[in-house]
């Protein structure tokens, strides 16, 4: 790390936050700025996730993750549970309804998606791959760090941040067995976008688990939101915002990024580079994109 300047002074503009001191500019935002983005979300994919839903309606009104196109099979009654080997009760589930696989095989015959399935397939101009790439391998170089700033710092941390834990308790994100399995995903999710740039390219496995990510939002919104309709009072909007809203989903990048970078990696006695940083943080701005 550099060592402090003897000759600086603070300024009007000077704030000092978890240990790090910093210049204020235009380019932050303040709680005036961040008020609308409590209230604004992805509607597009709202109106993605509809159309989808129109294709494929989900037998019943559960999260993309766990939905199905077909009926549980129905056990005899007169054979016990404990009769049936495992292998004989994986084939019995039923298949997981894939939002990302149904929007890939409609998109050639049907307009929103197409122009949706071209929307997140078009690659901005700012992104160079080869610094994408750089910012893979800045992951695995603090590999074990990453992973338990991410799980004890972004993750379970998050869980304390007051909209999270609205939007949580309402979808049994503090169950066991939920937490268990989200944090599980959170991981997978990371490693495929990380694991080879082919990964994070568009039709790579991290570009579709992203997107997959993102009509599970648009689901859980739609429910909460459905069920305050429902319930006056269920969920207070005005003093919350719309669930995860366009805030929420700007802490969440940050979470994966900024927050292992600044505070994370420090916090175990690990400091990047300068070029680490600008690569890692360019990696979440074209996932978050």
Excluded at 48 to 71: G, M, Y
Aim: glycine letters at 6%; hydrophobic letters at 35%.
């Amino acid at each position: 790390m550099a060592w402090p300047n003897p000759f600086a002074r603070d300024t009007p503009n000077t704030k000092r936050a978890w240990g790090f001191k910093f210049e204020f500019s235009p380019e932050h935002l303040t709680p005036i700025t961040c008020e609308p983005l409590k209230h604004s979300y992805d509607e597009r994919g709202e109106a993605v996730l509809n159309r989808l839903n129109e294709i494929s309606p989900p037998l019943q009104k559960d999260l993309p993750r766990n939905s199905s196109r077909h009926p549980a099979s129905e056990k005899s009654p007169e054979i016990p549970d404990s009769t049936i080997r495992d292998d004989e009760k994986e084939a019995t589930k039923s298949p997981r309804r894939d939002l990302y696989a149904i929007l890939r095989d409609n998109a050639a015959t049907d307009p929103l998606l197409a122009d949706f399935w071209r929307e997140v397939n078009t690659v901005p101009d700012w992104v160079d791959w080869a610094q994408i790439e750089r910012g893979q391998d800045v992951f695995y170089r603090y590999g074990g760090a990453c992973l338990t700033g991410l799980a004890y710092q972004s993750l379970l941390g998050g869980m304390g941040a007051a909209r999270v834990v609205e939007t949580l308790a309402r979808t049994g994100g503090f169950s066991t067995k939920v937490a268990r399995g989200r944090l599980f995903e959170t991981t997978q999710h990371i490693l495929q976008c990380t694991k080879s740039l082919e990964s994070i390219q568009p039709g790579g496995d991290g570009f579709a688990s992203t997107l997959r990510v993102r009509l599970l939002h648009v689901a859980v919104r739609q429910r909460i939101l459905a069920l305050e309709k429902a319930r006056p009072g269920y969920y207070n909007v005005a003093e919350w915002g719309i669930p995860i809203n366009d805030l929420d989903s700007m802490a969440t990048i940050a979470t994966f990024s900024s927050t292992l970078i600044w505070l994370s990696l420090p916090r175990q006695g690990l400091f990047m580079r300068e070029q680490e940083k600008v690569d890692y943080i360019a990696l979440w701005r074209y996932i978050g994109h």
